[in-house]
């Protein structure tokens, strides 16, 4: 079965420091993996995807993610922190099955500090 | 862009009564999901809807159900509320097909049940 972890409930960083939030997957077959951010009393906004080609990603609003299959890892990361980035991200891989279901992890919060 | 609306941001409402959550997109897309969104556990799938009248449970369908009469709206009904039915919910919209396009969230709608 498809899953998704995301190990940290929190990330706290520092403005102006480079941030990771981490994503480790489990599926069968290739995986399509994404991210999304969520803003206080928001829906989820789409930051990023890999489907397939390189392992850098660039999405939205700074952000990149690292595909690594041999770790099954799919890390967001931001060079240089903004206090404005501090919000609920998820990371999702593609369900079996069509249709372009999503199976979600809990969630990471980020707080960037000034 | 895309737009998903959802028809309320926050609603009360009493154990036993019947709710109707309402979504709307403006893409034409094929796709319309709902989520229930909880605190540590992400965002879990109720229902899906890949077609006009046509439907597929997701993972946790229990004591929901839907419907989709036009391509653009997709509702989630409540029949008989209880009070672990409090949670976020959320709308998406996403192309069909496999290609592997990013669903796209409405703002959600915040249900308590007294």
């Known amino acids: 079965a498809q899953s998704v972890a995301q190990p940290e409930d929190q990330v706290n960083v520092a403005e102006g420091n480079p941030l990771t939030v981490k994503c480790t997957y489990s599926v069968s077959g290739n995986p399509y993996l994404f991210w999304y951010v969520q803003y206080p009393n928001r829906g989820l906004q789409f930051l990023l995807k890999?489907?397939?080609?390189?392992?850098l990603v660039k999405g939205s609003y700074g952000f990149e993610a690292e595909f690594n299959k041999s770790q099954t890892s799919f890390h967001l990361k931001k060079p240089s922190a903004l206090v404005s980035d501090s919000a609920l991200y998820f990371c999702a891989v593609r369900g079996s099955g069509g249709y372009n279901k999503l199976i979600f992890g809990a969630g990471t919060r980020l707080a960037v500090h000034p | 862009d895309v737009k998903v609306t959802q028809s309320s941001r926050y609603l009360v409402k009493r154990t036993g009564e019947k709710v109707f959550l309402e979504c709307v997109q403006d893409m034409d897309h094929e796709n319309m999901f709902w989520y229930r969104q909880d605190p540590g556990l992400g965002l879990r799938l109720i229902y899906f809807s890949y077609d006009v009248k046509m439907k597929e449970k997701g993972d946790i369908p229990e004591g929901y159900s839907v419907s989709r009469e036009k391509k653009e709206r997709f509702s989630l009904i409540l029949e008989s509320t209880s009070t672990n039915q409090t949670s976020m919910y959320l709308c998406?919209?996403?192309?069909?097909?496999?290609?592997?396009?990013?669903?796209?969230f409405g703002d959600g709608t915040r249900l308590s049940i007294l």
């Open positions: 998406a919209s996403s192309l069909g097909g496999a290609n592997y396009q990013p669903q796209h």
């Open positions: 890999y489907i397939t080609g390189d392992n």
